[in-house]
């Protein structure tokens, strides 16, 4: 298994990206997956996650409104639209994968970094005001 992120980039307030993430060897139709995001010296923190089946999507309050999860199963591909960026939203942003099939969690598990077995490299994301 191996995740590769990319798209991040700079952008000024308000604007747009979407983040990718592609799974190499395995279905991302069948596995949790997330997006984190990471700044200097602080933990890394949950952004979003699909559900397996991608029927359920989990937000963090600060990214409610403003970012999208979602699969696409032909192209094997997680992505991450993000929109009305905010400084605050600057970080290195990692898409990460859980190593079970098709098992489903109580909500507080999507939240939790243990919950993933599996980390792209980052992309960074910078947001100028």
């Known amino acids: 298994v191996q995740l590769q992120a990319y798209g991040g980039g700079m952008e000024q307030a308000g604007g747009s990206l979407r983040l990718s993430c592609v799974d190499s060897?395995?279905?991302?139709?069948?596995?949790?997956m997330g997006w984190f995001r990471q700044t200097p010296g602080k933990e890394r923190e949950f952004v979003a996650a699909i559900s397996w089946s991608g029927g359920t999507t989990y937000y963090a309050d600060s990214a409610k409104g403003r970012f999208t999860i979602s699969k696409d199963n032909a192209k094997n591909m997680l992505y991450l639209q993000m929109n009305i960026l905010k400084p605050e939203d600057t970080a290195v942003y990692y898409c990460a994968a859980d190593a079970r099939s098709r098992t489903t969690y109580t909500e507080a598990f999507y939240y939790r970094r243990s919950t993933y077995d599996y980390w792209g490299q980052g992309t960074q994301v910078t947001v100028s005001s």
């Open positions: 060897g395995r279905s991302v139709n069948n596995h949790v």
